[in-house]
Structure formats: C-alpha cells, structure tokens
C-alpha cells in the first residue's frame, strides 16, 4: 500500500474508496512485522487497531467521524494508554498497566487516531542515542549501524521507517527534536505548559513536554491543535487559547537571530557548519533579516539543564523504592536491602548515574552550590531570551552539531554524549517551542535538522513560518 505523508491524502483515499481503515492498518501491521530488526516497538496493539478501524470505517460511512480519522499514532513508552503496559523503558516498570489514559492520548481518541502499539525509547526518557533501553537499541531506519537519536529514538525511527504516520514523544533537553534531526522527520516541541503532561511518566517535571513527529507538517499542526489547551489534571498548563496554523502561507521578511558563538564551536561537524551558514545566506537572499548576536550564557546552558534535570529526576523516581512503586528485588530480606536491591536492579546505568547527581546537587551543603546557581542561571537566560524576542521573530541553529552517530560508538565519558544537547538545551530552559525541520544530508546521505525556535505560545506563527520550508 502506498505511503501517505499527509492525512488529507489518506482521508481522500479511504473517502473515494481506495482502501479502508482496516486495510490500511493491516498494511502497517505487515510492515511493522517486516521491519521488526529497527527494535522501534515494544508492543503493538494489534487487537486494539483493528478494532477500533473497523469502528472508524463505520464512523466514515456515516458522516461522523473525528478530525483524525485514519491517522495511525504510536506512542512513546513513557506516555500511559489505559488498559495497556506501559514501562518507561525500564525494568523497574517491567509488565505495568496503566489505569489510566493520558491526556493527550484521551484527545487523540477523541478525534478518531488510531494508536498502534507502544515505542522505545532510553530508560526514562534519558538519553540522546535510544541505547539505554531494558529492550535494546532502536536502530536508524535510514542506516541500521546508526542511532536514531534519543530518547524518543523509537517515535522518530517509527515515523521515518513508515511504520506509523505520525508519533508522540517527549523533549525534555531535545528527544523530540535530536532524533527528528537524525532521521529526517520533523520533530516538534510546544512551549512548556501548552500541552498537558498529565499521563508522561516524569523525567524533570519543570523541563518534560509532549510532542509529535511527522513527515508532514499538516500532520503535525493537526496533532498540535488537537492535544493543545487546558487541562484540568495539570495546573501547569496555560489558559491561553490555543491559536491554529493559519492555512495561508505567511511569506512576509521575517527578523531571525542566531547565537555566534554556538556556530563557531569546536563541537559542531563542518559539514553542518557549512551548511547553516548557506541557509543563513539564502533566508537573506529571500529578503528575512539575519543577524548573528552575542549569547553571554550560552556555554551554562548545558551545565544549567544537567543540574536541574538530574535534581528533578532524582526527586521524581524517588516512588520506584520497591515498596511504594516498581520492581522489588527477590533478594531482599528487610527494608534497607530492599531499597538498595531493589533500585540498584531496577534501573539501568545511565538513570543512576542521573539520579546520583540529582541527589548530590540537592544534598546539604551542596545545594545552594550547585541547584540554586543553575535556577538562578535559569532565570537569567529566559530574560535574556524573552529580550532577544523583544527585537526578532525567531532563533535559528542546526539541531544537532553532526548527523546520526555509529551505534556502535563507545564513549568513556558520559559528559560528551551530554554535549549533543547542546543546541536543544536552550528551548526547553527557557520553555519555548522549538521545531527541527529535516533540510540538509551530508556528504553520506544522513540527514541533519535546522531548528527554529518562537517567543512562548507563538506556535502558530512558527509552524505557519516552517512552510517556507516544508510543502506539505
């Protein structure tokens, strides 16, 4: 069966009788099967899709379907789906179901999507490589000796395998956008507080938002609008009204900052490099004013996000003790051994390591050090970004400083696989949305993003600028 980037195409075609619901999911469920080596699903809801396609082609029969209908999502396991499994990637949540659905999920359904089945993704949602995971690396569809990038590594390489049209993920320092960029897909994260989290398995609660991937942006407006808004279960989510992507093409000169001193660092791959600063040139050339400027703070960003996000994940996965929550070793025999066994089994290296930093940087005499410094540093680089906002439109960078990496790539410190952060970091310190565009390949055909980042809750304007990119 064919494949669709857009869901105007498929609802065109399940309309004038081409295919229907049904057999387009079986088409995808053979597909999945067939590309079962990318490690991309830990479960797929065979049943459950089938089902609930038979209910839509009915739906659409009768005039009253959703807005979604024939959309298929998958969904990153640190996202819940009642009456389903869902771990984190972890051991310590090893054969969990969920009572619940999320919130996103609940608005999804709603609209008639059609979820099938469950992604990988590193351990709790920590990790940029989709390598610190219970059930295995996910592979790049695109190069199986490459990463999808992480952690949403599962969701990307989904999308861009064709084994779903869209899929949700999590960005709390760029693992929606990190492996959009790896695998050629678009890759978008709201402003912090614009779509709910109620139902995502926490990470760093103050940085974590939902997102989706998609070949298309029409796929991935209508996702945005779709789960965007208030929320009574997350007193964390804005009251704004939610504005929609303008349909029409906003082609107006547009004012674009880009940070100096990111794009001259000994980090960043020359071909990506070489690459920004054409497009920088051809988006003058197009008549958008393009201005370098000085970023004072940028290298805190990442030490800022690793101290905040470690002290969160370290309060946060405090309930997974083998009494309240999660795994609990065989092998304890009273209440110390069961909390250290328990925890030292339960979770894999990279998620103790982070909680072991957490908990360093809140520890008495520490804090203030460490924790505070950074929550001040924070709050120093929102006002410095809401200012540069005051003078442009949007911030550009490249996504990623390179293409996918080797899977088989090894590193002793844990530090430089922090660093591929680097250019994501700043939208999720500061909360503002941030979109990766899928615009370049280097010289070995691996794909590379550009990243446009918006003032917060200036989604609409950001998406609607994308289309000078992406045409559908």
Do not use: W
Request: with cysteine; charged share 25%; glycine share 8%.
């Amino acid at each position: 069966m064919t494949q669709f980037d857009t869901l105007t195409e498929v609802q065109e075609n399940l309309k004038n009788g081409a295919f229907t619901c049904a057999q387009m999911i079986e088409a995808f469920l053979e597909r999945i099967e067939k590309h079962q080596n990318l490690n991309a699903f830990v479960e797929v809801y065979a049943h459950d899709a089938r089902s609930r396609a038979t209910v839509i082609d009915a739906k659409l029969k009768h005039g009253t379907a959703g807005k979604l209908a024939g959309l298929v999502v998958g969904l990153k396991d640190n996202i819940v789906y009642r009456g389903h499994k869902v771990t984190a990637a972890s051991k310590m949540l090893e054969g969990f179901e969920s009572l619940f659905s999320a919130t996103v999920v609940e608005r999804l359904l709603e609209e008639d999507a059609i979820i099938i089945g469950r992604l990988n993704c590193d351990e709790f949602a920590m990790g940029s490589a989709n390598k610190f995971s219970h059930y295995g690396p996910v592979k790049n569809p695109l190069n199986l000796k490459k990463v999808p990038g992480g952690s949403s590594g599962g969701s990307a390489a989904a999308v861009a395998a064709g084994l779903c049209h869209a899929a949700l993920g999590s960005d709390t320092g760029g693992s929606i956008r990190q492996p959009a960029s790896f695998t050629g897909t678009i890759g978008f994260k709201p402003t912090y507080g614009r779509v709910s989290r109620h139902g995502l398995i926490a990470f760093a609660s103050s940085f974590d938002q939902i997102g989706p991937f998609a070949r298309s942006l029409e796929n991935i407006n209508l996702l945005y609008e779709t789960m965007a808004g208030p929320d009574d279960y997350d007193n964390t989510v804005s009251q704004k009204e939610v504005e929609t992507v303008p349909p029409e093409q906003n082609e107006k000169p547009r004012k674009i900052a880009y940070f100096k001193d990111a794009l001259t660092s000994e980090h960043i791959d020359k071909e990506v490099k070489e690459a920004t600063f054409e497009f920088i040139e051809d988006l003058k050339a197009k008549g958008h004013t393009v201005t370098g400027i000085e970023f004072p703070l940028l290298d805190y960003l990442v030490p800022i996000y690793y101290i905040l996000t470690t002290a969160e994940a370290s309060s946060n996965l405090a309930r997974y003790d083998g009494i309240h929550f999660g795994y609990r070793s065989e092998n304890a025999h009273d209440l110390e051994s069961t909390y250290k066994l328990s925890r030292t089994e339960g979770f894999g290296a990279e998620v103790k390591r982070r909680i072991l930093l957490g908990t360093f940087v809140l520890s008495s005499g520490y804090y203030e050090a460490y924790y505070g410094k950074a929550q001040k540093a924070r709050r120093l680089v929102s006002d410095k970004t809401k200012a540069i906002f005051e003078e442009y439109d949007f911030i550009l960078s490249p996504t990623t400083p390179h293409a996918a990496f080797d899977i088989s790539a090894e590193s002793t410190d844990p530090t430089k696989m922090y660093l591929e952060d680097i250019f994501t970091v700043h939208a999720n310190i500061t909360g503002i949305p941030s979109v990766s565009l899928p615009l370049f390949q280097n010289s070995k055909k691996l794909p590379f993003g550009m990243q446009f980042s918006a003032n917060s809750f200036q989604e609409a304007d950001l998406l609607n600028f994308a289309k000078n990119f992406i045409n559908k």
